[in-house]
């Protein structure tokens, strides 16, 4: 069994009820009579509003669309699996011996969905001041600069980040072809990894239809 205690002191939390953090820890593949689907659902609610919060007091002079995108950038499962890997999460994970055969302590979905769930439990023991201030540390530590500048990718990093961790190469993008007069041209742009094409898409320039290209195949290689 994992040594949770050390997760514990990551966290600066110790839980009273133990079998709420092994809860939070058990991935549905470990076939207990438990897992953390419902503590990452809880968990999941708890995060949007504490980042919400934090937010609204840091930018009080931003309108609700720069808030809105700046919280889309944090809360998902890149923003999550980052906060995830600072604390070391997927080393005190329960899991199948197929699941960690197939690289899953390294899964953004698995340790993303983990870190919601150790939030959710640290709500319902330690209530909601509790697990904003864990969250809001672990946040301000994995980024230092929070603004809309500093967060929001491009879809091309976004894939070749992915692509890096998970195939250990990055794609390569192809013109497949133009048509329509000069004044209004139309690019189509293939997207190869692997020898093997993931998506396609047109725009009005090469860079816009790299970047929907892009945004296809982070959609196909999320699924």
Do not use: W
Not at 10 to 30: C, G, P, V, W
Not at 181 to 189: G, R, V
């Amino acid at each position: 069994m994992n040594d949770y205690s050390q997760l514990e002191k990551r966290l600066n939390y110790t839980f009273k009820n133990k079998q709420l953090i092994i809860e939070a820890l058990t991935h549905k593949s470990d076939k207990k009579p438990y897992n953390n689907e419902r503590l990452e659902f809880l968990g999941d609610a708890v995060l949007d509003l504490i980042v919400g919060e934090y937010l609204f007091s840091k930018f009080p002079k931003s309108d609700e669309g720069i808030l809105s995108k700046i919280r889309a950038s944090l809360v998902n499962e890149s923003g999550f699996t980052l906060l995830a890997r600072h604390i070391n999460l997927g080393s005190f994970i329960f899991l199948s011996l197929a699941e960690e055969n197939n690289n899953g302590r390294d899964k953004p979905s698995l340790l993303s969905n983990a870190f919601e769930a150790i939030i959710g439990a640290i709500y319902l023991e330690g209530g909601l001041n509790v697990s904003k201030d864990i969250a809001v540390k672990l946040l301000e530590e994995c980024h230092p600069k929070i603004d809309l500048d500093s967060l929001s990718k491009d879809y091309k990093t976004a894939l070749q980040e992915l692509t890096q961790a998970t195939h250990g190469v990055t794609p390569t993008y192809e013109m497949l072809g133009s048509s329509g007069p000069d004044h209004k041209k139309e690019f189509e742009i293939a997207i190869i990894l692997n020898e093997k094409m993931i998506a396609k898409a047109k725009g009005k320039s090469k860079k816009e239809a790299q970047q929907k290209a892009a945004k296809l195949a982070l959609k196909e290689l999320k699924r």
